[in-house]
């Protein structure tokens, strides 16, 4: 639980004036809240985070401190669920491929194919919870309140060699981790067990071919010193992430600190999309031009070349629907939501574009 503590002025006045001059100010309360972060302070991500904080304590003034622990350094990405529940963190990125079993339902929208922009995805993921009770329920069970969405962004594959057309895909060992390792053998590659980290020895060495990765990485763990190909396919993202804060914390909170919490979490959405479409543009960029002397061929799919990549997403859809409903969940109402709720960011996308360039 965050250590709430009566603010020093609240009490220098209350001890001057008497409590019951002060009203409902004498109720006001701080919070130092003890964030659980996975990642490491580096990236759009971890400065979309730092922003959240710090906007949470300037428009707070000062009632609500977020102290980052970056790295896995409070606890690992596997325990965070249960530590922001618990109270042993007040708050903390959560991944639902880590707890399966807590998280079902939630897990659906790192579904290859599913979503394709990274604003569409985090704002409609995070709104379903509003139209599906059992998104809702699985982490309030938890005793934890998902206060915002996050995205990895867009997948892509990085290859040694152009992979345009699902002919190009037969045989070829490809890293791919959750859906995306079911995608690729549906598609007639060879899905390789291979680690994020591992990725660019088994390039290097041809152990694999090419791999899933999102353009900001590809460049960051330096993969294009040894795979000068990525096709953009754009094949779905990692949705099923987020940011979550303890349930009792929450509800301890006044409506008017509950509102500054709720606002600033959308916003972060909205931030965390703006940098990160920069960086995957400074990316894209960098490497066409040949960053740190690789130079990049970007293959960009046509619908049609997509759309028969994407063919298989269904049967994995068809798995989830069947999967929790051995748990007595009705999955396929539930994608419709996640489907309606995607179309109209989507629309909204389209008529107005981002937030920040309005």
């Known amino acids: 639980m965050a250590l709430r503590r009566f603010t020093v002025g609240v009490l220098a006045a209350a001890l001057l004036l008497g409590a019951g001059a002060l009203g409902g100010q004498a109720r006001a309360e ?12 580096r990236g759009p991500r971890a400065e979309a985070l730092q922003w959240w904080a710090d906007e949470l304590a300037a428009r707070s003034d000062g009632q609500i401190k977020v102290e980052i622990f970056w790295s896995g350094s409070l606890v690992s990405a596997k325990e965070v669920l249960q530590a922001v529940g618990s109270g042993l963190a007040d708050a903390g990125t959560i991944v639902a491929a880590y707890t399966p079993a807590e998280t079902p339902v939630w897990a659906v929208a790192s579904t290859p194919f599913l979503f394709e922009d990274p604003w569409v995805g985090m704002r409609a993921v995070f709104e379903a919870r509003e139209t599906i009770p059992e998104l809702e329920a699985e982490t309030s069970k938890a005793n934890v309140k998902i206060v915002a969405n996050n995205t990895t962004g867009s997948m892509q594959l990085v290859s040694k060699m152009p992979l345009v057309e699902v002919a190009d895909l037969k045989g070829k060992k490809l890293r791919g981790a959750g859906g995306w ?3 690729f053998n549906e598609l007639g590659a060879v899905s390789v067990n291979v680690s994020g980290a591992e990725a660019y020895q088994a390039l290097d060495r041809g152990t694999i071919d090419g791999s899933m990765y999102s353009i900001p990485l590809v ?3 330096k993969l294009h010193e040894v795979a000068g190909h990525l096709t953009v396919a754009d094949m779905g993202q990692s949705l099923a992430y987020g940011i979550g804060v303890n ?3 929450w509800e301890s909170m006044s409506p008017e600190l509950q509102k500054v919490l709720s606002q600033t979490s959308i916003e972060y959405m ?6 990160y479409l920069e960086d ?5 960029e960098a490497m066409e031009a040949g960053a740190d002397g690789h130079k990049v061929v970007f293959h960009d799919l046509t619908e049609e070349q997509k759309a028969a990549w994407a063919a298989p997403a269904q049967l994995l859809l068809d798995q989830w629907v069947e999967e929790v409903g051995t748990r007595g969940i009705e999955g396929g109402p539930i994608l419709e939501k996640f489907r309606a709720v995607r179309e109209k960011y989507n629309e909204e996308l389209a008529a107005k574009g981002y937030p920040w360039k309005r």
């Open 30 to 41: 701080s919070y130092d809240i003890r964030f659980a972060e996975i990642g490491s302070p």
């Open 181 to 183: 390792a079911h995608l």
């Open 219 to 221: 460049k960051s763990y």
């Open 247 to 249: 349930l009792d914390l």
């Open 270 to 275: 909205d931030h965390f999309a703006m940098l």
């Open 280 to 284: 995957e543009k400074q990316a894209r």
